[in-house]
């Protein structure tokens, strides 16, 4: 089997020191909280390792040095009394209609166990109805009871009697240990009832309650107490199944998106080749209807692409020669041949899905003490069971109202739920933030967001697109006056200067100039002057564009006011002519995003390099109040740090690489999907898409998502202290403690599937 170990490095700096080998491996025979705990605490006993063990997802992320073999990993696990082996890697495969559940009828994980609980079902549902309705009792009806139980227990409850003798043989005590321990009590009690007690007599009737029923021992036969929490509990485990699967849909759809075949040019011929062995520099057809097979650049043809199922944005997006393309989207209408930049591991769809499941795999401090409180809550209910059987003989000496109270509070206490609470919301959490473009790293991440106040924005590329444009345009009075017919001479002449430039802001005048006057003239000379601007000659005219330092050089005086941030100076013929403005644009939906992150109690704080002046305007326009300008790139992360020294809690949003370091310090860090991969390595959220308003979606979803966790901690733990005083005190029948037990696990998983509906 191949191996999944890889080094714990950064992506973006393959020379960095290998300190540490991550390996993954799947679990087998887990099945409660305390079985993960087991296995988490033996692993992390080993020396150099730090493993995290996940009941929900049925992974173990462990973290070993180098010399430790993975071998060694699977033997203590297998020591442990579980199984363990490295998961294959995922092959490509189609994505599954949009109505077809993830977890239905067909699915082979599932299929087992439904089958188990049908027949046991079957066995069991008339040995209940006989106990509950004395009616139903014709006379020897207990040994048509027995002869149903007897399969329903011994088969039925086959895996957690199975469980429970092996984790007896390593000295630990499960969820298993309870139900195997209460069902076989109560079966074998009934068997010592019909066989040496009063029971087995012909005509004997049993009645029925909620509640412990004080009667003589030896006719008292819970039979229907041993079926029937056995198939209660084997359905909860059945309902758990069905919605873990359908918590890790979303990642499963995630992984399934790719292609499974790709069309290679080779020397001018298409042909089909599967898409693991497509390399790098390959050629390859994208046809309209077809998924883009990987990462690559555009070199032939236009067309739109829609990558709603990769970013959660409807609008496909429109690419020409020279765009770079993601694999997994859809190619909508032209022909598109892409050259692959990136394949395999490396795409940003593989990247995608590696951080959504290792958050799945984390674990939040909150559902740590959850799993320490696992860990020791089997023998402790063990203990209570019996002092509980103690307890009750010593008061009222009655032996079957002891036994049935002291099998209630063993069946009662499963701690299930405490095991489902963190995982499964993470599960759905994060699946449900990758259908929206929203990445989450971890669930130490959901902390954070409960506690950020304020919302530091660098400018360019995050509040701003990035890309300059012509936003004003000024003509000096004077010799030309101010009409519209001097203002297009004065955009003519330079833009078409500004067109031979390859600058950022000669491209902007150049692009403003030709759609505001159409074809500019061609100019008959030209030169670049590093750093101050561009000098030619344009229809007969010595032009110069650029700062003012420029034509200060060249003799040519400026008026008074005329410079500022963003002003490009036009002169000919040694006269000052005009001013233009150039400027970031600022997308649509800032000023939105702001609203947004207000709405959430965030106060926003803009951080440019740009002049104040310029920031200033940005702000303006999306609604900011705080801005700190004129800061260089290395000053960035001294910024926050300035703020966190006054008492705030920091979420910093950025997108390039002088933004990598700020993120890495702030209390939260949001990198732009668009922005440099430094960016969002140093993050802890990505936004896939360049659009600010996810921001406020990632802080929302993280902390609703926090919330259903602290929810379902809150009913697992409120359930166990309230239902094991009335267990003891004899206030449940044991077959409803089952009912009661299982249906717990279920509204906990249900509780996590409702973030399947954030929006």
């Not at 819970?222 to 056995?230: D, K, Q």
């Not at 150049?510 to 561009?534: D, S």
């Not at 305007?617 to 966190?644: F, H, N, S, T, Y």
Request: charged share 20%; glycine share 10%.
């Amino acid at each position: 089997m191949p191996r999944t170990t890889v080094p714990d490095v950064t992506l973006t700096d393959p020379a960095a020191p290998v300190t540490a080998t991550v390996t993954e491996l799947t679990i087998g025979g887990m099945t409660c909280a305390s079985c993960a705990a087991r296995v988490e605490k033996k692993l992390n006993r080993m020396d150099g390792v730090t493993a995290t063990v996940n009941y929900a997802t049925e992974k173990a992320r462990v973290e070993h040095a180098p010399e430790i073999g993975v071998d060694d990993l699977i033997a203590t696990v297998v020591k442990t009394g579980y199984t363990a082996e490295e998961p294959p890697p995922p092959e490509p495969e189609t994505l599954p209609d949009a109505g077809i559940d993830p977890a239905s009828e067909t699915d082979p994980e599932l299929a087992p166990l439904r089958q188990r609980l049908t027949v046991t079902a079957l066995l069991s549902a008339p040995v209940v109805l006989l106990a509950m309705v004395p009616a139903l009792q014709f006379e020897n009806w207990q040994w048509l009871s027995l002869t149903l139980a007897a399969p329903a227990v011994v088969w039925g409850g086959l895996p957690f009697h199975r469980a429970a003798w092996t984790n007896l043989r390593h000295g630990a005590a499960t969820m298993d240990t309870l139900v195997s321990v209460g069902t076989l009590a109560a079966f074998g009690w009934s068997l010592w009832a019909l066989f040496l007690g009063d029971a087995g007599m012909p005509g004997m009737r049993h009645g029925f309650d909620l509640t412990v029923d004080r009667s003589d021992a030896s006719s008292s036969i819970y039979l229907e107490v041993a079926a029937g929490v056995v198939t209660f509990i084997l359905l909860g485990r059945y309902l758990e199944a069905r919605a873990k699967r359908k918590a890790g849909a979303a990642l499963r759809a995630l992984m399934e998106l790719g292609a499974k075949d790709v069309a290679v040019l080779r020397e001018g011929t298409e042909v089909r080749i599967p898409v693991a062995a497509l390399r790098t520099g390959d050629l390859f057809v994208v046809r309209p209807g077809e998924k883009i097979a990987t990462d690559g650049t555009v070199t032939e043809g236009a067309s739109a692409v829609d990558a709603s199922l990769l970013t959660g944005e409807s609008l496909p997006l429109d690419v020409t020669e020279g765009a770079t393309v993601t694999g997994g989207c859809v190619n909508v209408s032209g022909r598109l041949v892409v050259r692959a930049t990136l394949v395999g591991a490396d795409t940003r769809l593989a990247r995608m899905a590696k951080l959504v499941e290792d958050a799945q795999n984390g674990k939040a401090e909150v559902q740590r003490l959850a799993d320490r409180v696992s860990a020791v809550f089997v023998p402790v209910v063990i203990l209570i069971a019996l002092g509980t059987l103690v307890a009750w003989l010593l008061v009222t000496d009655d032996a079957t109202a002891a036994f049935t109270a002291a099998v209630a509070v063993l069946i009662i206490a499963c701690p299930c739920a405490l095991g489902l609470a963190t995982p499964t919301a993470l599960m759905v959490g994060t699946g449900r933030g990758a259908q929206l473009g929203i990445l989450i790293k971890g669930p130490e991440v959901l902390e954070s967001t409960r506690r950020v106040d304020t919302v530091v924005l660098d400018k360019t590329g995050t509040v701003t697109t990035g890309r300059m444009r012509l936003a004003g345009v000024h003509v000096y009075g004077g010799k030309y006056g101010t009409d519209a017919t001097d203002e297009v001479r004065l955009l003519r002449l330079a833009g078409a200067l500004e067109h031979a430039s390859e600058h950022p802001v000669a491209r902007a005048v150049a692009a403003g100039a030709a759609e505001r006057c159409g074809e500019l003239p061609v100019p008959k000379t030209f030169e670049n002057v590093p750093g101050l601007g561009v000098r030619g000659s344009v229809d007969g005219h010595l032009v110069l564009v650029g700062r003012a330092a420029l034509l200060t050089a060249e003799g040519v005086d400026i008026p008074a006011g005329a410079a500022g941030p963003g002003a490009v100076h036009v002169a000919w013929d040694g006269v000052a002519r005009g001013t233009l403005t150039v400027a970031d644009t600022v997308k649509d939906t800032s000023a939105e995003a702001v609203a947004r992150l207000r709405g959430l109690g965030l106060r926003p704080v803009l951080l440019t390099g740009d002049h104040r002046a310029v920031a200033e305007a940005v702000a303006a326009q999306v609604g900011i109040d705080e801005v700190i300008a004129e800061v260089l790139p290395e000053e960035k992360a001294e910024v926050v740090r300035r703020l966190q020294a006054e008492g705030r809690t920091v979420a910093m949003v950025g997108d390039g690489v002088n933004d990598a370091a700020a993120l890495a310090v702030a209390d939260l860090g949001l990198a732009m999907g668009t922005g440099t991969d430094a960016a969002i390595e140093a993050s802890d959220l990505t936004l896939v898409r360049g659009d600010l308003r996810v921001a406020a979606d990632a802080i929302r979803l993280s902390r609703r998502t926090l919330a259903t966790i602290r929810g379902n901690l809150g009913w697992a733990f409120g359930y166990n202290l309230a239902a094991l005083p009335l267990a003891a005190a004899g206030l449940l029948n044991p077959m409803i403690a089952g009912l009661a037990m299982a249906l717990s696990s279920v509204f906990v998983v249900s509780n996590s599937l409702r973030l399947r509906r954030f929006a």
